[in-house]
């Protein structure tokens, strides 16, 4: 009998890896190939950027309680965080959907409708993709592309001990904006007559469903004349981007839970659900804000970005990657990110 492993013995992760370990890149213009945000591709006065991201109803969206035009919204920006995350500014995007005939034209109007307003938001082009059908469930799959000068661009094996960790923006909310549409599709599927209560959580639900990328916070880095030495986007909850970061930067990292940022409303419906807001922060998922490093020489610099925050510093290696609570207790962080399969 042959031998089978199960991909659930390696997780997306591992899989990744497993895929590309054996990878050999000829040509001279591939600067990066597998392993970061973007691929890396130099075109000779600059480098280009190129990066992939796929959705599939009922394992990254359910139909039931998501908008279809920030559906496509979404499916744009995040490609486009991993553009930023490069440091860089996207250009174009090619669009591909797989769709099911349970979807009527009108709907596709609605999706294409949100990626174009993604599109005119962050000034790229829609100019490819391709259409075929799907037996079940709707999937998009998009491919963004983006430029850098190539001294500015930012990889994630570029931090070094002593550097500040940073983190854009607020992280937990899109998970526990998750969690109440998850909560209040229970509510209806046991009574349809019910109509959900979603006021007052729109600030959650617009981090679920609506999430931006962070242009603002490259563009006013730029502004202050400061160059993370790595950066990621935190697409899988800040625990797993901390774990990538340190992995391809070799060096270990300390975070004080108490930086961590989270927003007033975040942290109220955390405590709804009993569930502590720095968790959610680091397992939860889908914030899409950036997390990156500078040197200590840019603190005066990095102090006065008011979108950003200090959360840490990089350590050495054997030290391990690990969370600090107030009372001095250290607990090391663990990937939890992707459990699809
Ligand atoms: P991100 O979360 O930033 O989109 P991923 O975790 O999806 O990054 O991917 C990590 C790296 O692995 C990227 O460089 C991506 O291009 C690469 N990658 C992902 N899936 C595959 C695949 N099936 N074949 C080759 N490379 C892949
Ligand atoms: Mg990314």
New binding site residues.
């Given amino acids: 009998m042959s031998d089978r492993t199960e991909l659930s013995q390696l997780g997306e992760f591992g899989l990744i890896e497993h895929l590309t370990k054996d990878l050999k890149t000829t040509q001279a213009s591939t600067i990066k190939g597998v392993g970061d945000?973007a691929a890396v591709i130099d075109r000779g006065d600059h480098y280009e950027l190129i990066s992939t991201d796929m959705l599939v109803e009922g394992v990254h969206f359910d139909m039931s309680y998501t908008p279809i035009k920030h559906l496509g919204y979404k499916a744009v920006s995040v490609n486009l965080?991993?553009i930023y995350?490069m440091n860089g500014t996207p250009t174009q995007i090619t669009v591909s959907i797989a769709v099911s005939s349970r979807f009527p034209i009108e709907a596709m109007d609605e999706l294409y409708s949100g990626i174009s307003e993604a599109c005119e938001r962050y000034d790229v082009d829609l100019v490819g993709g391709d259409t075929t059908s799907s037996l079940t469930g709707l999937i998009i799959s998009i491919t963004a592309i983006g430029s850098v000068a190539k001294e500015d661009v930012t990889y994630r094996s570029g931090a070094q001990e002593h550097d500040l960790v940073c983190v854009s923006g607020d992280l937990g909310g899109a998970y526990i904006g998750l969690q109440i549409l998850e909560r209040e599709k229970e509510v209806w599927k046991e009574n349809p007559n019910v109509q959900p209560d979603l006021e007052g959580f729109d600030y959650v639900l617009e981090r679920i469903l609506k999430p931006e990328p962070r242009a603002d916070v490259i563009a006013v880095l730029k502004e202050q004349g400061i160059k993370p030495t790595s950066m990621?986007?935190i697409?899988d909850g800040l625990g797993s981007e901390l774990l990538h970061l340190c992995k391809q930067s070799d060096c270990g990292v300390r975070i004080y839970e108490e930086k961590i940022p989270i927003d007033a409303s975040t942290a109220a419906q955390c405590q709804e659900f009993g569930l502590e807001p720095s968790v959610c922060a680091l397992n939860g998922g889908e914030d899409y804000e950036l997390l990156f490093t500078v040197r200590q020489s840019d603190f005066e610099k990095i102090s006065k970005v008011k979108e950003v925050v200090i959360v840490g510093h990089i350590s050495d290696k054997a030290s391990g990657a690990a969370t600090v609570y107030p009372q001095g207790e250290e607990i090391q962080i663990k990937a939890q990110g992707w459990k699809s399969f």
């Fill in positions: 945000d965080s991993d995350a990621i986007d697409s």
